[in-house]
């Protein structure tokens, strides 16, 4: 009986072992807090498209920044959303500029992360000892577009309106538990103040939470295993 008992326990630890064996053989996770691996010089192979990275993280650093002055004047309600959007425009000093910032950066930031993860690709980067990198990459990828689709519906003009209503109706496609998706997404049958709540939330708790941890992540692999050049 107590080898019936121990069977699973034995297997479980072999599993954790052989994660953690893996996970080790490409971080060094034991030496993770050596501060001699923040000193490392820059390989002499790299050229302007290694540096989309670098630039996508900054406009990520733009976008926190003037969203949060959006958030002094945005009222994210169906009444006044779009009167809100205007008045920041058109009437709070350099609101139209912090606004085209705010803008302009989100779809900036889009083209960056897709150009960063194409030379990433084409260069065969993302092979071992790099996978973990390259998944945390493709979730930032799609923590960036999900950035950009809950962010579209925020003015509640007429053209995010149906936008909304066109994306949200895309995973209704998906067999069996497609309607329920679009349900969680809408907060309901229609586009709503729930969805623009939801929304809401999601653009600036959920997904900023989230993309933090993973840019963290992110970096703090690249700068355990260095920049590597074409393979």
């Not at 893996?22 to 192979?45: M, T």
């Not at 809401?200 to 840019?215: E, G, Q, R, Y």
Request: proline content about 4%; overall charge positive; some cysteine.
């Amino acid at each position: 009986m107590n080898e019936l008992r121990l069977g699973p326990i034995l297997i479980r630890n072999r599993l954790l072992i052989a994660l953690y064996n893996f996970v080790e053989s490409r971080l060094g996770i034991k030496e993770i807090f050596d501060l001699e691996i923040f000193y490392k010089l820059a390989p002499s192979h790299l050229g302007i498209f290694s540096c989309f990275g670098g630039i996508t993280f900054f406009l990520f650093i733009l976008q926190i920044i003037t969203g949060t002055l959006l958030l002094v004047y945005y009222v994210p309600t169906t009444a006044h959303a779009y009167d809100s959007v205007v008045h920041i425009t058109n009437n709070i000093p350099f609101g139209w500029l912090i606004r085209g910032f705010h803008h302009w950066g989100a779809n900036l930031m889009i083209i960056t992360v897709f150009i960063h993860m194409g030379k990433i690709y084409f260069h065969g980067i993302y092979k071992n000892p790099r996978e973990l990198n390259w998944i945390t990459g493709m979730v930032l990828l799609m923590t960036t577009l999900s950035f950009s689709f809950t962010g579209y519906l925020l003015p509640w003009t007429q053209l995010s309106y149906w936008a909304t209503v066109v994306g949200t109706e895309i995973p209704s496609a998906v067999p069996v538990i497609g309607d329920y998706i679009k349900f969680l997404l809408r907060g309901g049958t229609d586009i709503s103040q729930v969805t623009l709540t939801r929304f809401f939330a999601v653009h600036i708790m959920v997904l900023p939470a989230a993309i933090v941890i993973f840019i963290g992540m992110h970096i703090l692999m690249i700068r355990r295993q260095g920049i590597s050049g074409p393979l």
